[in-house]
């Protein structure tokens, strides 16, 4: 249970991380 935890958390800071990386982008052009 707990791994299963970990792993959809991991995956939402990924996503998390993924669309701020791209907004940044955005802003940078």
Do not use: D, E, F, P
């Amino acid at each position: 249970m707990q791994m299963i935890w970990t792993s959809a958390s991991q995956s939402r800071i990924s996503k998390l991380l993924n669309h701020l990386h791209i907004v940044g982008q955005l802003k940078s052009i």
